[in-house]
Nanobody
């Protein structure tokens, strides 16, 4: 199983970016998918998560600015980021809890990270 993230870049304060993450490989079922971020010198933190039935959870710092969504048919998760602030600058990682087979427990998988820089 692999997670491939894309969509990061440099954006001015107040701008928008959309991150995408595609899961591929041997997948029986994907449970929760989410996005984490890690800024220099800080711990990795949860930004947003979405369950398989569409329930979402967003960090207080991004509520009303970020939206998480997913396409279950294509094994994709998105993070729409609006009204970006300099403090949103970080490496963003996608995460998915994936069950590869009918038997056995699910495992957590991580994407490679994509840099988001908010600066004028």
């Amino acid at each position: 199983v692999q997670l491939q993230a894309s969509g990061g870049g440099l954006v001015q304060p107040g701008g928008s970016l959309r991150l995408s993450c595609a899961a591929s490989g041997s997948i029986f079922r994907i449970n929760t998918m989410g996005w984490y971020r890690q800024a220099p010198g800080k711990q990795r933190e949860l930004v947003a998560a979405i369950t398989s039935d569409g329930s979402t959870n967003l960090a207080d710092s991004v509520k009303n600015r970020f939206t998480i969504s997913r396409d279950n048919a294509k094994n994709l998760v998105y993070l729409q980021m609006n009204s970006l602030k300099p403090e949103d600058t970080a490496v963003y990682y996608c995460n998915a809890n994936i069950k590869e087979h009918l038997w056995g427990p699910p495992d957590d998988y991580w994407g490679q990270g994509t840099q988001v820089t908010v600066s004028s």
